[in-house]
């Protein structure tokens, strides 16, 4: 198939049928760095009012690069994968003191950026400087490997050669921003991971996927993530009104996220096998168990956490893990969290 072909097939597809987000609307790529990294992390429907958030909060890169650690996780509160919360910030601080607040302009350029892979330099070299450089997301792949039946793992090395090449070729450079953003979108919509659309769809005459029923087979995927069970035992120190929380330590989920008391264990635990905790065992005096959670599943993309959470009452603060510190509800509120710990304190305050 030729560039003749599938280009203008694929941009008359997106002129009817491509959807209307904000960060098309602008060539600012601080804002459309913004979305992408959002983007990486979940759908545009849920992405939306984050990427609303963090533009309200820091307008420019230099706002994001000096904003507190803590405010950019807080706003980022919910979308998961924190390190890339992280890694947003630190980016903004080295664009901001190294490249005096600009981006570079240019895909290789961009590329030399710490924090920023090649989806991500061709996504903002296209849209934001116009560079006729194709971008590469599960979407891209899924479309290309269905309509040309390329059966190579997407997961290789090998793959992102192949198909790199194969969607540069294809790239309209007279319009290279519309052309990545039809290909996402048709992804996105038409050419969906299940059941896509194929009896409505304008490749479907030249798609070697349809034409030999290999739609579910593609793309070809092998490496399958391990998934790790874990068992988190929260116990939530309560005085006087106010929580019991630490900073999470780094290298492990959560890093720098605020949660309770952590015991973890390789399963879950009742509260007389929980109570014989050593430090438990020497705080027994000052603590009196209030209630007891059922138990929540929270799911990550290799990990899968059940956790319990026991309320505790203590007549004093002494005594506890030095990295914990008591809070009022209002200074909670401002802390940063993983979801699981939100979910628990919406029901402990509505209760
Ligand atoms: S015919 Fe089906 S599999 Fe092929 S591109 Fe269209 S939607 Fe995708």
Redesign the pocket.
């Known amino acids: 198939m030729t560039n003749d072909f599938f280009a203008p097939k694929l941009l008359a597809w997106y002129d009817r049928y491509g959807r209307d987000l904000p960060w098309r609307h602008t060539t600012d790529p601080y804002c459309i760095w913004l979305s992408e990294i959002i983007l990486q992390q979940t759908r545009v429907v849920q992405g939306m009012p984050y990427y609303y958030k963090f533009i309200e909060a820091f307008p420019t890169v230099t706002d994001l690069a000096r904003a507190d650690e803590r405010e950019v996780l807080r706003l980022w509160q919910g979308l998961g994968y924190y390190s890339r919360a992280r890694n947003l910030h630190r980016t903004a601080q080295i664009i901001v003191t190294e490249y005096g607040g600009k981006f570079p302009q240019t895909y290789h350029e961009l590329l030399k950026l710490k924090g920023i892979g090649p989806y991500t330099a061709a996504a903002i070299a296209s849209f934001a400087f116009n560079e006729s450089v194709a971008v590469l997301d599960g979407n891209v792949y899924r479309?290309l490997s269905?309509?040309f039946g390329i059966e190579t793992d997407i997961a290789s090395h090998a793959a992102k050669a192949e198909f790199t090449s194969l969607a540069n070729q294809l790239i309209d450079p007279a319009q290279p921003a519309r052309f990545n953003h039809a290909i996402m979108d048709f992804g996105a919509t038409?050419?969906v991971p299940v059941s896509?659309?194929?009896m409505f769809?304008?490749?479907?005459t030249v798609?070697e996927?349809?034409a030999t029923g290999r739609?579910a087979q593609l793309p070809v995927k092998s490496k399958k993530t391990k998934v790790r069970e874990r068992y988190f035992h929260y116990l939530v120190i309560e005085h006087e009104g106010r929580l019991g929380l630490r900073e999470r330590p780094a290298k492990d989920v959560w890093t720098s996220m605020f949660d309770f008391w952590l015991v973890e264990d390789d399963r879950l635990l009742d509260w007389e096998t929980l109570s014989e905790h050593p430090l438990l065992q020497t705080l027994q005096s000052q603590l009196t168990l209030e209630q007891e959670s059922t138990s929540y599943t929270h799911v990550l993309s290799h990990q899968r956490i059940q956790a319990k959470f026991w309320h505790l009452k203590t007549s004093s603060e002494e005594g506890f893990p030095a990295e914990l510190h008591f809070y009022s509800p209002d200074k909670i509120e401002k802390l940063p969290k993983p979801v699981l710990v939100v979910n628990y304190l919406n029901q402990f305050f509505e209760s």
């Open positions: 479309v269905r309509i038409q050419c896509p659309q194929c769809c304008t490749f479907n798609c996927a349809n739609q």
